[in-house]
Antibody
Framework: QLQLQASGPGLVNPSETLSLICSVS??????????WGWIRQPPGKGLEWIGS???????YYKPSLKSRVTIFIDTSKNQFSLRLSSVTAADSAVYYC????????????WGQGTMVTVSS | DIQMTQSPSALSASVGDRVTITCRAS??????LAWYQQKPGKAPKLLMY???RLESGVPSRFSGSGSGTEFTLTISSLQPDDFATYYC?????????FGQGTKVEIK
């Protein structure tokens, strides 16, 4: 059974760059059937899609975050990563990584989420 | 961009009740809609995809319907494990959009 595990610093200083890794186990990230994405959820609020990528390296970002977001993949390590620059308190959230099935057009597997707080 | 709007934002119901949640798209999305369940402190879980297809392992008391711009998620007989927040979600050509969520609380 494929599993996703998000990891990274739980505290980031304002104006700095948030960096998270999603490790994929139990299956290959190099599959034509899936996109790999990041979704976040501020405390007490709803889900917000940040961006997704295909194993080939193609990336897709939420327009309002595009100038600050980079998602990249390391197929040799079977993981993908998120970088969000110039963070503010508004970027404090639980960050989830997820697998989007192209067959179902839905995120069918999610990582457990990791809380990131932006504060000095 | 397509906007997804859920209603109600919250509802109170009792065990055994029939519960219906609505999701409306700002333009037609055919049947490309998914539903997720999220419990506090947990990641969302896929319930339905393509509007009416039940994800493997999801109880049959959950059902989905709709096409175009209006969709519903129905729980035929609410169980204690079903108290959670539910989100609709649409994917379209490299853009992923979630509804704002519907919290189902115990009456």
């Amino acid at each position: 059974q494929l599993q996703l595990q998000a990891s990274g610093p739980g505290l980031v200083n304002p104006s700095e760059t948030l960096s998270l890794i999603c490790s994929v186990s139990g299956g290959s990230i190099s599959s034509t059937n899936y996109y790999w994405g990041w979704i976040r959820q501020p405390p007490g609020k709803g889900l917000e899609w940040i961006g997704s990528m295909y194993y080939s390296g193609s990336t897709y970002y939420k327009p309002s975050l595009k100038s600050r977001v980079t998602i990249f993949i390391d197929t040799s390590k079977n993981q993908f990563s998120l970088r969000l620059s110039s963070v503010t308190a508004a970027d404090s959230a639980v960050y989830y990584c997820g697998r989007h099935s192209r067959l179902k057009d839905a995120f069918d597997i999610w990582g457990q989420g990791t809380m990131v707080t932006v504060s000095s | 961009d397509i906007q997804m709007t859920q209603s109600p934002s919250a509802l109170s119901a009792s065990v055994g009740d029939r519960v219906t949640i609505t999701c409306r798209a700002s333009q037609s999305i055919s049947n490309w809609l998914a539903w997720y369940q999220q419990k506090p402190g947990k990641a969302p879980k896929l319930l339905m995809y393509e509007a009416s297809r039940l994800e493997s392992g999801v109880p049959s008391r959950f059902s989905g319907s709709g096409s175009g711009t209006e969709f519903t998620l129905t729980i035929s007989s609410l169980q204690p494990d079903d108290f959670a927040t539910y989100y609709c979600h649409h994917y379209d050509t490299y853009s992923w959009t979630f509804g704002q969520g519907t919290k189902v609380e115990i009456k």
